[in-house]
């Protein structure tokens, strides 16, 4: 079986990136993409109803 290795600068740029603090939108998208990710597949549940839920549980105002 191959050795799979990751390149040096790959790895310095991902060391880099897990430094840098996440933004409230940045935080609020992966929470979402989660989310979703852990519906199944059958949901009716649509990403606009876990975003409404998600505002609403942030005490944002619901896009209507």
Do not use: C, H, N, Y
């Not at 390149?7 to 929470?31: D, F, G, N």
């Amino acid at each position: 079986m191959t050795e799979l290795k990751t390149k040096e600068s790959t790895l310095r740029a991902l060391e880099r990136a897990t430094r840098m603090p996440l933004t409230t939108a940045e935080i609020r998208e992966q929470r979402l993409s989660f989310i979703m990710g852990s519906l199944d597949t059958d949901s009716p549940m649509t990403k606009a109803q876990v975003q409404d839920i998600l505002a609403k549980q942030e005490g944002e105002k619901i896009r209507k």
